[in-house]
Protein backbone atom coordinates (compact mmCIF):
# COMPACT_ATOMS: atom_id res chain seq x y z
CA UNK A 1 0.00 0.00 0.00
CA UNK A 2 1.50 3.80 -0.56
CA UNK A 3 0.34 6.40 1.00
CA UNK A 4 1.11 9.80 0.57
CA UNK A 5 1.55 12.96 2.89
CA UNK A 6 2.15 16.30 1.52
CA UNK A 7 3.22 19.19 3.73
CA UNK A 8 4.77 22.51 3.77
CA UNK A 9 1.85 24.93 2.26
CA UNK A 10 0.54 28.00 3.48
CA UNK A 11 -0.45 31.68 2.74
CA UNK A 12 2.57 33.52 1.78
CA UNK A 13 3.22 37.33 -0.09
CA UNK A 14 3.81 37.47 -3.80
CA UNK A 15 7.67 36.89 -4.35
CA UNK A 16 7.93 34.92 -1.30
CA UNK A 17 9.21 31.24 -0.85
CA UNK A 18 7.96 28.58 0.46
CA UNK A 19 8.92 24.66 0.84
CA UNK A 20 6.62 21.76 0.36
CA UNK A 21 7.38 18.06 1.52
CA UNK A 22 6.05 14.69 0.62
CA UNK A 23 6.58 11.54 2.48
CA UNK A 24 5.74 8.20 0.39
CA UNK A 25 5.57 5.19 2.11
CA UNK A 26 6.24 1.54 0.62
CA UNK A 27 8.92 0.91 -1.39
CA UNK A 28 7.72 1.83 -4.95
CA UNK A 29 9.35 5.50 -4.04
CA UNK A 30 12.83 4.62 -4.51
CA UNK A 31 12.34 2.81 -7.91
CA UNK A 32 10.33 5.24 -9.84
CA UNK A 33 10.18 8.95 -10.37
CA UNK A 34 8.39 11.28 -8.64
CA UNK A 35 6.26 14.37 -9.40
CA UNK A 36 4.39 17.14 -8.40
CA UNK A 37 1.13 18.36 -9.44
CA UNK A 38 -1.49 21.18 -8.60
CA UNK A 39 -5.16 22.14 -8.79
CA UNK A 40 -6.14 25.27 -9.18
CA UNK A 41 -9.82 26.53 -8.35
CA UNK A 42 -12.15 25.45 -10.87
CA UNK A 43 -8.78 23.92 -13.11
CA UNK A 44 -7.47 20.88 -13.72
CA UNK A 45 -5.12 19.00 -12.10
CA UNK A 46 -1.82 20.21 -13.78
CA UNK A 47 1.93 18.46 -13.88
CA UNK A 48 4.54 21.35 -12.29
CA UNK A 49 7.63 19.15 -11.93
CA UNK A 50 9.56 15.81 -12.03
CA UNK A 51 12.18 14.19 -10.59
CA UNK A 52 13.89 10.88 -11.72
CA UNK A 53 15.27 8.39 -9.26
CA UNK A 54 18.57 9.63 -10.10
CA UNK A 55 17.73 13.36 -10.03
CA UNK A 56 16.95 14.72 -13.53
CA UNK A 57 14.55 16.84 -13.27
CA UNK A 58 11.74 18.23 -15.40
CA UNK A 59 9.94 21.46 -14.56
CA UNK A 60 6.13 23.11 -17.02
CA UNK A 61 6.89 26.44 -18.39
CA UNK A 62 4.96 28.79 -16.03
CA UNK A 63 7.23 27.74 -12.73
CA UNK A 64 10.89 27.22 -14.80
CA UNK A 65 13.60 29.32 -12.81
CA UNK A 66 11.33 29.64 -10.20
CA UNK A 67 10.53 25.89 -8.64
CA UNK A 68 13.18 23.37 -7.75
CA UNK A 69 12.15 19.61 -7.63
CA UNK A 70 14.23 17.48 -5.63
CA UNK A 71 14.18 14.11 -3.78
CA UNK A 72 16.19 11.91 -0.51
CA UNK A 73 15.48 8.60 -1.29
CA UNK A 74 16.72 7.44 2.34
CA UNK A 75 13.50 9.44 3.77
CA UNK A 76 11.27 8.33 0.65
CA UNK A 77 10.86 12.24 0.77
CA UNK A 78 10.34 14.63 -2.66
CA UNK A 79 10.05 18.48 -2.24
CA UNK A 80 9.41 21.40 -4.12
CA UNK A 81 11.29 24.11 -3.39
CA UNK A 82 8.97 27.42 -4.43
CA UNK A 83 10.65 30.88 -4.85
CA UNK A 84 9.83 34.25 -6.73
CA UNK A 85 5.60 33.39 -5.89
CA UNK A 86 2.90 34.72 -8.00
CA UNK A 87 -0.99 34.86 -7.30
CA UNK A 88 -1.05 32.18 -10.14
CA UNK A 89 0.40 29.77 -8.16
CA UNK A 90 -2.06 29.30 -5.63
CA UNK A 91 -3.57 25.65 -5.90
CA UNK A 92 -3.77 22.54 -3.83
CA UNK A 93 0.16 20.86 -4.52
CA UNK A 94 0.12 16.85 -4.78
CA UNK A 95 2.84 15.15 -4.94
CA UNK A 96 2.79 11.31 -6.91
CA UNK A 97 4.20 9.05 -9.48
CA UNK A 98 5.36 10.96 -12.21
CA UNK A 99 3.72 7.81 -14.28
CA UNK A 100 -0.36 7.94 -13.24
CA UNK A 101 -0.36 4.69 -14.18
CA UNK A 102 0.93 3.12 -11.74
CA UNK A 103 -0.34 5.60 -8.92
CA UNK A 104 -1.94 4.05 -6.17
CA UNK A 105 -4.32 7.26 -5.26
CA UNK A 106 -3.73 10.33 -3.73
CA UNK A 107 -2.77 12.06 -0.42
CA UNK A 108 -4.78 15.19 0.63
CA UNK A 109 -2.47 17.66 -0.98
CA UNK A 110 -1.27 21.06 0.68
CA UNK A 111 -3.08 24.47 0.26
CA UNK A 112 -0.66 27.30 -0.91
CA UNK A 113 -2.19 30.67 -1.17
CA UNK A 114 -0.28 33.51 -2.56
CA UNK A 115 -2.02 36.52 -1.71
CA UNK A 116 -1.06 40.04 -0.06
Known amino acids: QVRLVESGGGLVQPGGSLRLSCVVSGSIFSTNPMAWYRQAPGKQRDLVAT???????NYADPVKGRFTISRDNFKNTVYLQMNSLKPEDTAVYYCNMADLRISRGWGQGTQVTVSS
Open 51 to 57: ITTVGRT
